[in-house]
């Protein structure tokens, strides 16, 4: 696995749990894979991620 450094560090950070957020959801949404409560809370845990990144970087 590569370790991304510089100026693509933070929105790398940012792009790959959106993806696989909008991963998840279009599996339960268009596939019809079952919404639990733990996918749903730990799809809310990867969007609160990129929300705290965005907020504690300095940007």
């Known amino acids: 696995?590569?370790?991304?450094?510089?100026p693509f560090r933070?929105?790398?950070?940012?792009l790959?749990?959106?993806?696989?957020?909008?991963a998840a959801v279009l599996g339960m949404v268009v596939l019809g894979e079952p919404a639990t409560?733990?996918?749903?809370f730990f799809v809310c845990l990867l969007l609160g991620a990129v929300v705290g990144l965005k907020a504690t970087s300095g940007h």
């Open 16 to 22: 790959v749990p959106s993806l696989l957020t909008g």
């Open 10 to 14: 933070c929105p790398f950070a940012r």
């Open 1 to 6: 696995m590569t370790i991304v450094t510089g």
């Open 37 to 40: 409560a733990a996918r749903i």
